[in-house]
């Protein structure tokens, strides 16, 4: 009994060195790395598993077991490692839809909606909810299976009420996304651009600051040179009234009335007196080159 007191428990230090080590890796990583980390192996996961053919219990429990894998730190640390080594050595790494299929393949069974059991009815499917919005021009379409939890984080990302009721506030966020990022799309959304939009995004506290939208959370939210630099800008082309570059934060409706003044200007209204007060990157763009040529002309007229 002793021999096997000691085995049990040299097993159980190692593993509890083993989760030590992992979880002092995980601190050492950036939270939106793993926010990414996470999305992605979460969102391929469930491309893949989702429509499997289950029909016995042990299927059912691999499938589960391995979703809950996904965020254990060892999963988490794993990855980290692949794409760091993979940068490192110049070698292309397994993508995650090469390894999520290895576990697909693992279960041998056969793809396809068809009745959990083989015992229902052979009209019986199985139907998983989905969100429509006829108004918000595909950004969910019917078959792509995203459920009111997904459509709510991409509410949340992009700085609009998160009701889980898409329409065309949501769909002129997601567009501000798009532009942010220089992606002259329209359609459903992307696995990507769902992981960056959850990722980057509007997040808790950032409305109370004053963001309201996509561009605003990843431009202003953690630099506040930027944001010093727009109110210079919006001083040199809109003198009066002058705002205090050090002391004006996204809550000032000064700002706001400046900014709406500026899509004016460039002809960049939106049509809604809400969003026609918030920022984006071509507004910003033009408004920094509108104020760097009057600031060279004020210098030539000297």
Known sequence: MDAIGYVAAALGLAISLYDNYNNSLLTGLESTTIKQIVYQRRLEYRRQFSGLNYQRTPEMVFALRGYL???????????????ALSAASGTRSPSLEETVGQEVDALNISAGKKPLSPYSPGNQRVIRQTVKCPECKGLFPDDAGFTSTDVKAVQAGVCVPDDGKPGQTTLAGVENYRQTQGRDRTGPITEAE???????????GDLAKGIGNFFEAVSYRD?????????KSLNTVQPAPLLDQDATSLTSKALREKIKLARVAYHLKTGDATRDGLMSRDLERRINQAARTASSSAQGAQ
């Open 194 to 204: 769902y992981s960056d939009i959850v990722t980057y995004g509007c997040q808790p």
């Open 223 to 231: 630099k506040p040179d930027r944001l010093k630099l727009l109110v």
């Open 69 to 83: 894998r996904i965020c254990t730190p060892q999963t988490i640390v794993l990855d980290a490692n692949t794409y």
